[in-house]
Structure formats: structure tokens, C-alpha cells
T-cell receptor, first 115, second 111 residues
Framework: SAVISQKPSRDICQRGTSLTIQCQVD?????MFWYRQQPGQSLTLIAT?????????ESGFVIDKFPISRPNLTFSTLTVSNMSPEDSSIYLC????????????FGQGTRLTVV | LAKTTQPISMDSYEGQEVNITCSHN???????ITWYQQFPSQGPRFIIQ???TKVTNEVASLFIPADRKSSTLSLPRVSLSDTAVYYC????????????FGTGTRLQVTL
């Protein structure tokens, strides 16, 4: 399995500012993903964080709004830029392991409130 | 990926068996059926995965009929701590950790 640590666990931010969320994994992983979960809703995939190259974004999400870094195989950041109240959500980091493992592991999430 | 449909919510009493059915009519040959559990304020947690027939682990059983167009997650003798949202997902070989979540089933267990 993989242990995933996300920071911060929660934050309250002013509109127009940016917040960077960190995701640290206790082992090297092949795949890292970022999801958003709006209040009372299911999870939506934002992007795949690619090590050493630009992230791959899903439809409806753009790099200018959600820049992602992945400098190595154990760490990634997601920035929520120029925030508005509509960005209030839980943001979750997820990883997949190599070797034919088919399950994904999730962090506890970062609960973001924009005021 | 095949779209999944499952009940929005279910209620159960403690000690009962709970069966949550999911339909995935357009499942492909290389697809697996996977279930995740999410407690409030936590990320989803893998429960069980299967391809066909029956799979059982320490947490649940998964029943998949021959046509694979549906599946049933069975939770034996639920307790209050099983109150959570349960997601049925169809995952493809090779991209199994990149997940597309449906609405999920919100299970409420009471005394």
C-alpha cells in the first residue's frame, strides 16, 4: 500500500488569492492524480500529475487555474489560483502503484473554503 | 469507460446484510468492477475488485453475473461504522488507478 500525506488539511482563503496543496507519498509511485470533491458531490478528476513533464488535464480544467508540479516520484503540488467561492471543495491526491496493482490510494484531502 | 448506475441512498439496521447493486451495461472485455468506500472527511478506500463470478475478502463479497452488465456488493452484518458512501467503478486494465467516479450510494446504518 501507500501512505499519502496532504498539507494543509484545511484552509480558509480570501477570494483572488492562491493556495498550494502538497501531496507526499511514503514510496515511489508511478501514477499521481488530483481530484476535486465539491460539497455533497462525487469526486471529479482534475489532472494526472506527470513526473518531469506537464500535467495532463481533464476536460473543464486548465493549467492556468490549477497548475500542478511533480518534481519526483513521491511528491506533487496542486495550486488553486485566483480563487473564488466556487472553488470551495475538498481536493484529494491519489496514487497508483506499479506491478499490476489495480487499486488507487487516496490522501485525506484538503478542505478549502474561499470567502 | 462504462457508465455506472447505482442507488443514491440506502438505509439499513445494524446486523443486517446490505446488498448494493450497480449496473454497467457498456462494460468492455478488459474492464474490471471495483468498489470504493468513503467515510466523511476521508479519501475513498478500495474495498474489492472482480472480473466475473464471485470475489470475497475480509470486508465484502462481490457478485458478478455471467453477462457482467451488473454487479452486487454485499456487506455482511453491517455496523454503524459501515455508514459511508460506496462507489461502484469500472476500471480498465492499465489505467486502473485513474478513476471515474459516479454518484455513489450513501449507506446509512442505524440501531
Amino acid at each position: 500500500s501507500a501512505v499519502i500525506s496532504q498539507k494543509p488539511s484545511r484552509d480558509i482563503c480570501q477570494r483572488g488569492t492562491s493556495l498550494t496543496i502538497q501531496c507526499q507519498v511514503d514510496s515511489q509511485v508511478t501514477m499521481m492524480f488530483w481530484y476535486r470533491q465539491q460539497p455533497g458531490q462525487s469526486l471529479t478528476l482534475i489532472a494526472t500529475a506527470n513526473q518531469g513533464s506537464e500535467a495532463t488535464y481533464e476536460s473543464g480544467f486548465v493549467i492556468d487555474k490549477f497548475p500542478i508540479s511533480r518534481p519526483n516520484l513521491t511528491f506533487s503540488t496542486l495550486t488553486v489560483s485566483n480563487m473564488s467561492p466556487e472553488d470551495s471543495s475538498i481536493y484529494l491526491c491519489s496514487v497508483g502503484l506499479a506491478g499490476g496493482r489495480t487499486e488507487a490510494f487516496f490522501g485525506q484531502g484538503t478542505r478549502l473554503t474561499v470567502v | 469507460l462504462a457508465k455506472t448506475t447505482q442507488p443514491i441512498s440506502m438505509d439499513s439496521y445494524e446486523g443486517q446484510e446490505v446488498n448494493i447493486t450497480c449496473s454497467h451495461n457498456n462494460i468492455a472485455t478488459n474492464d474490471y468492477i471495483t468498489w470504493y468506500q468513503q467515510f466523511p472527511s476521508q479519501g475513498p478506500r478500495f474495498i474489492i475488485q472482480g472480473y466475473k463470478t464471485k470475489v470475497t475478502n475480509e470486508v465484502a463479497s462481490l457478485f458478478i453475473p455471467a453477462d457482467r452488465k451488473s454487479s452486487t456488493l454485499s456487506l455482511p452484518r453491517v455496523s454503524l461504522s459501515d455508514t459511508a458512501v460506496y462507489y461502484c467503478l469500472v476500471v480498465s486494465t492499465g489505467t486502473a488507478s485513474k478513476l471515474t467516479f459516479g454518484t455513489g450510494t450513501r449507506l446509512q446504518v442505524t440501531l
